[in-house]
């Protein structure tokens, strides 16, 4: 009886039989359509991350100019109701601040104060209102 490792049988069992003219690996075909894929990916990715930074910077000069806002109307309150009075300030990087003040009403005064800045070819602003008790 002959041994099993030459058993022609079972050696069929153990390796799937080779096709005539098959080749193995990847076609130039396949692999520019794979690199096209991860291409198209990561221009996507790319992009994504452009606009994020965008809009991060975007919300960061406009945090900016909230506290810019808000501690104009700080000093405003700190001067106190007979010293507050209309004004304008530029600063660097275009932003300006204007703020105006009413006359007193029943021991009130209304307070507005104005922020703008430049963002990317658009003019922004910030408005906060507020009131000096006289």
Do not use: Y
């Amino acid at each position: 009886m002959p041994s099993p490792c030459f058993d022609p049988v079972l050696q069929d069992h153990r390796r799937p039989p080779r096709l005539a003219g098959a080749r193995h690996g990847f076609t130039v075909v396949e692999v520019l359509v794979a690199l096209v894929i991860v291409t198209v990916g990561l221009l996507g990715v790319a992009g994504a991350s452009a606009s994020a930074l965008r809009a991060s910077n975007a919300a960061l000069r406009e945090r900016g100019a909230l506290a810019r806002a808000r501690s104009r109307l700080a000093l405003l309150d700190a001067a106190g109701c007979t010293a507050a009075a209309d004004g304008r300030q530029s600063l660097s990087a275009g932003l300006e601040d204007r703020w105006s003040v009413a006359p007193a009403t029943n021991g009130v005064r209304l307070v507005e104060v104005r922020t703008e800045w430049d963002d990317v070819g658009h003019r922004k602003s910030v408005l906060l209102r507020s009131a000096l008790l006289c």
